[in-house]
């Protein structure tokens, strides 16, 4: 897959600026029961409980029935949302230099409250071409984001702002008259409001991207080039729930804070060469490497206990109790030597070859590598006369093909035996008296890729100018060495381990036809 983006030209420079500003809110908004209507309906149900059939004032008393308070939850909770985005553009270049640059900035406030996204991003392409011979050019792109979010997973009111906005009591009020948010009858929980403004859960995100090529052409027939790029990801989250809300004015105020990174280096080369002989005979070889290698962290940290709020998730050392870390990073490498040879005899006969050498760093040392071979051979039967005589296709082919594939995707260590730390304690509580290392998966330096092995064949025609078009597959796939994550039993010691274990046979034939019904310019 080979993803483009917009190069600078060649001529006069151009400043190019686009923009919008818009508003958004919510269309169509529930209509939920007023404060009455939900007391009324509350008292309704309450009558359906066994034994309590006459009574008229089980869940809300006469007098409460009078109360004037009557809280539309989701009118307190939403706004008008604005929106805006700009963009400003600069390209230009001679005959052998193109650049363009862009910056943006981009601004949303959902409709939510306290919800609200901001980007703003980065880019410059740079095309050099040196002499006739060699060019090469960059491209670096770079974004910061910042996030109010909110969670709107789970069942539980005191999380999920979204089901309690839709699901809350209407009789409760927004505040106090003392200004605190107003709580439901016992005064346990939070009110929607307070759960949506209370909270701090702002989220950063960085990102940076930059690659570069060399191409050579010392002769026409033989093109030389290198490609060499990094992305890099990072993001910070900190969440903080303040001792003015219900839970965490149990807990003193609860903070955590989590960081993520990732690096990605990308690495390849290649060598193709291209040549026709005596007009019917087109010859393309390409040979070529590719390195790749993922790196990243996580480190998390949440602890309670605050003296104030005045910190936020700022300051973790001003907490009394840590309540939770988590840390880890990992790294893969994946290598490959690849090479392709086609070929063609006038345009008719068509052969192409591919084979691939592949390590991946994810599996048992003795299994690191695999070979990964494929062919295909076209017959364009449309140029043959004795199909041309028949006046019949205006298009037709026949295809045979085989191929293998090879399959990586599983946890990075999974062929090795990992350790895991247990934590003890004695005294009963969240303290940590000491902590002990034991291996918690089995070793299997058997592990190897899983291997895909696909033969089909199938013929490709066309009708009426090629208006109709009709394939025919068949095909056989067979996949070998599926990796499992497998149960093992319990006098294993482990849980569970990955291993090479089965294949998944798939055969059948496809028909595809197409039409274009309607054309013209």
Same mark, same amino acid.
């Given at each position: 897959?080979?993803?483009?983006?917009?190069?600078?030209?060649?001529?006069?420079?151009?400043?190019?600026?686009?923009?919008?500003?818009?508003?958004?809110?919510? @269309?169509?908004?529930?209509?939920?029961?007023?404060?009455?209507?939900?007391?009324?309906?509350?008292?309704?149900?309450?009558?359906?409980?066994?034994?309590?059939?006459?009574?008229? #004032?089980?869940?809300?008393?006469?007098?409460?029935?009078?109360?004037?308070?009557?809280?539309?939850?989701?009118?307190?909770? &939403?706004?008008?949302?604005?929106?805006?985005?700009?963009?400003?553009?600069?390209?230009?270049?001679?005959?052998?230099?193109?650049?363009?640059?862009?910056?943006?900035?981009?601004?949303?406030?959902?409709?939510?409250?306290?919800?609200?996204?901001?980007?703003? +991003?980065?880019?410059?392409?740079?095309?050099?071409?040196?002499?006739?011979?060699?060019?090469?050019?960059?491209?670096?792109?770079? @974004?910061? +984001?910042?996030?109010?979010?909110?969670?709107?997973?789970?069942?539980?009111? /005191?999380?999920?702002?979204? =089901?309690?906005?839709?699901?809350?009591?209407?009789?409760?009020?927004?505040?106090?008259?003392?200004?605190?948010?107003?709580?439901?009858?016992?005064?346990?929980?939070?009110?929607?409001?307070?759960?949506?403004?209370?909270?701090?859960?702002?989220?950063?995100?960085?990102?940076?991207?930059?690659?570069? #090529?060399?191409?050579?052409?010392?002769?026409?027939?033989?093109?030389?080039?290198?490609?060499?790029?990094?992305?890099?990801?990072?993001?910070?989250?900190?969440?903080?729930?303040?001792?003015?809300?219900?839970?965490?004015?149990?807990?003193?105020?609860?903070?955590?804070?989590?960081? *993520?990174?990732?690096?990605?280096?990308?690495?390849?080369?290649?060598?193709?060469?291209?040549?026709?002989?005596?007009?019917?005979?087109?010859?393309?070889?390409?040979?070529?490497?590719?390195?790749?290698?993922? #790196?990243?962290?996580?480190?998390?940290?949440?602890?309670?206990?605050?003296?104030? !709020?005045?910190?936020?998730?700022?300051?973790?050392?001003?907490?009394?109790?840590?309540?939770?870390?988590? *840390? *880890?990073?990992?790294?893969?490498?994946?290598?490959?030597?690849?090479?392709?040879?086609?070929?063609?005899?006038?345009?008719?006969?068509?052969?192409?070859?591919?084979?691939?050498?592949?390590?991946?760093?994810?599996?048992?040392?003795?299994? %690191?590598?695999?070979?990964?071979?494929?062919?295909?051979?076209?017959?364009?039967? !449309? %140029?043959?006369?004795?199909?041309?005589?028949?006046?019949?296709?205006?298009?037709?082919?026949?295809?045979?093909?085989?191929?293998?594939?090879?399959?990586?995707?599983?946890?990075? *260590?999974?062929?090795?035996?990992?350790?895991?730390?247990? %934590?003890?304690?004695?005294?009963?509580?969240?303290?940590?008296?000491?902590?002990?290392?034991?291996?918690?998966?089995?070793?299997?330096?058997?592990?190897?890729?899983? &291997?895909?092995?696909?033969?089909?064949?199938?013929?490709?025609?066309?009708?009426?100018?090629? %208006?109709?078009?009709?394939?025919?597959?068949? #095909?056989?796939?067979?996949?070998?060495?599926?990796?499992?994550?497998?149960?093992?039993? =319990?006098?294993?010691?482990?849980?569970?381990? /990955?291993?090479?274990?089965?294949?998944?046979?798939?055969?059948?034939?496809?028909?595809?036809?197409?039409?274009?019904?309607?054309?013209? !310019?």
């Amino acid at each position: 897959i080979i993803i483009t983006t917009k190069r600078g030209k060649s001529g006069k420079a151009q400043i190019i600026y686009n923009g919008y500003v818009g508003a958004q809110k919510v @269309q169509n908004p529930f209509h939920m029961l007023d404060g009455k209507q939900y007391m009324t309906l509350a008292n309704e149900l309450y009558k359906e409980i066994d034994g309590q059939q006459n009574q008229e #004032y089980g869940a809300y008393t006469q007098s409460q029935l009078q109360s004037a308070v009557n809280t539309d939850w989701i009118k307190e909770a &939403t706004r008008l949302g604005i929106v805006h985005n700009h963009n400003l553009q600069v390209q230009g270049g001679n005959e052998n230099t193109k650049i363009l640059t862009s910056i943006g900035y981009f601004d949303q406030e959902g409709v939510l409250k306290n919800t609200k996204y901001s980007r703003f +991003s980065g880019r410059v392409n740079v095309d050099q071409k040196i002499n006739s011979f060699i060019k090469s050019g960059a491209t670096l792109y770079g @974004q910061r +984001s910042n996030s109010n979010i909110q969670d709107y997973s789970g069942n539980i009111l /005191q999380s999920n702002v979204l =089901l309690g906005i839709l699901g809350y009591d209407p009789t409760v009020p927004v505040y106090n008259a003392d200004g605190t948010f107003g709580r439901p009858p016992g005064g346990r929980g939070d009110n929607p409001l307070a759960n949506l403004l209370g909270r701090q859960n702002e989220l950063v995100q960085d990102r940076f991207n930059g690659n570069a #090529y060399l191409e050579i052409k010392p002769i026409p027939e033989l093109t030389g080039r290198v490609n060499g790029g990094v992305e890099i990801a990072h993001y910070s989250i900190g969440k903080y729930l303040p001792r003015s809300t219900y839970q965490g004015g149990i807990d003193g105020g609860v903070a955590s804070a989590s960081d *993520y990174a990732s690096t990605r280096q990308l690495f390849d080369g290649t060598l193709t060469y291209n040549k026709t002989f005596n007009d019917v005979h087109a010859l393309t070889v390409l040979g070529g490497y590719a390195y790749e290698k993922t #790196y990243y962290s996580f480190r998390s940290l949440s602890v309670s206990g605050f003296s104030t !709020d005045l910190f936020g998730f700022n300051n973790m050392d001003a907490a009394s109790t840590i309540t939770g870390s988590n *840390y *880890y990073k990992q790294e893969n490498i994946l290598i490959s030597f690849f090479g392709r040879l086609n070929y063609s005899y006038n345009d008719k006969y068509l052969l192409t070859f591919t084979l691939r050498r592949d390590g991946s760093s994810r599996f048992g040392a003795n299994h %690191r590598w695999g070979s990964f071979p494929s062919g295909a051979f076209a017959w364009r039967l !449309d %140029r043959e006369d004795f199909i041309r005589n028949l006046n019949l296709f205006s298009n037709l082919k026949f295809r045979l093909g085989y191929g293998q594939t090879g399959n990586d995707q599983i946890g990075n *260590y999974a062929a090795y035996a990992l350790m895991a730390t247990t %934590r003890l304690t004695f005294d009963g509580n969240t303290n940590t008296a000491g902590s002990h290392l034991n291996q918690s998966s089995p070793e299997n330096p058997s592990l190897k890729w899983e &291997t895909t092995s696909q033969y089909n064949a199938g013929f490709d025609m066309g009708f009426f100018n090629s %208006r109709l078009m009709v394939s025919v597959d068949g #095909y056989y796939k067979k996949t070998t060495d599926l990796l499992i994550n497998k149960s093992l039993p =319990l006098y294993s010691g482990f849980v569970s381990g /990955q291993v090479n274990l089965g294949a998944i046979e798939n055969k059948g034939v496809e028909f595809e036809i197409a039409s274009k019904n309607i054309t013209g !310019d």
